[in-house]
């Protein structure tokens, strides 16, 4: 008489779930169902380098169903686990039900800001791909702000050196440097918008 498989939930994908899984799968009297929100395993020591920008997302992140691909009795579904039922031993998510001898639970760990999550706004956390690459956007921006900033600098030298009137020098500054429309700079200093671009030219023929 044939024995009834036992069936085996793992929830999630990381080190201990797919670990879990491939040690199953060398048993023959068991099925195993992965459950993860994601369909790839995500190699997170790494995350710091994309975060830099020093590797791309795909160098750290490898589908769950290559890593388990000659597991013959493991099958991945991916999707959100909404609901355990212990007694019933059933797991409910936005897959439908699936019943199980065998939990096990492997979702790792998340971020805490003990108490003050309105620190995440400056600080995120790096445990997710999207939060690499959330941080890496923040730093090259603030890289090319760095780069954007440099030639303000060398602008404003360049009026430094100019040898104009105090206001005229003021209205360049406001236009060149501050980015300020000609329009607005010259009605408030007193001065004709065509005076303040013909300084604005003069110093870019000179300087």
């Known amino acids: 008489m044939l024995r009834e498989r036992k069936q085996v939930v793992i929830v999630g994908a990381g080190f201990a779930g797919i670990n ?3 040690r199953l799968s060398r048993r023959a009297d ?6 993860d929100r994601r369909n790839y395993h995500l190699f997170q020591p790494l995350l710091y380098q994309v975060a830099m920008a020093g590797l791309s997302p795909a160098e750290i992140a490898t589908p769950i169903r290559g890593l388990l691909s000659s597991a013959r009795n493991t099958s ?5 686990v909404r609901t355990i039922d212990i007694g019933a031993r059933e797991v409910t998510g936005d ?5 199980y001898n065998y939990l ?7 971020h805490a800001y003990f108490g003050h999550e309105e620190w995440e706004e400056d600080a995120p956390g790096l445990k997710t ?7 890496r956007r923040r730093v090259l921006t603030a890289f ?7 030639q303000l600098v060398r602008r404003a030298l360049r009026l430094m050196q100019a040898d104009f009137r105090p206001t005229t020098w003021k209205a360049c500054w406001e236009v060149v440097v501050s980015e ?13 918008e065509g005076a303040v671009r013909t300084a604005i030219y003069r110093m870019r023929q000179r300087y």
């Open 30 to 35: 068991i099925d195993t169902t992965v459950i």
């Open 129 to 135: 791909l999207e939060q690499a690459t959330e941080i």
């Open 76 to 80: 991945v579904i991916q999707g959100d």
């Open 180 to 192: 300020r429309p000609a329009t607005e700079v010259a009605a408030e200093l007193g001065m004709t």
């Open 20 to 22: 879990a899984a491939k």
């Open 104 to 110: 096990v639970l492997a979702t790792g760990a998340i």
């Open 95 to 99: 897959f439908g039900t699936r019943r």
């Open 144 to 150: 090319e702000l760095a780069e954007h900033q440099q």
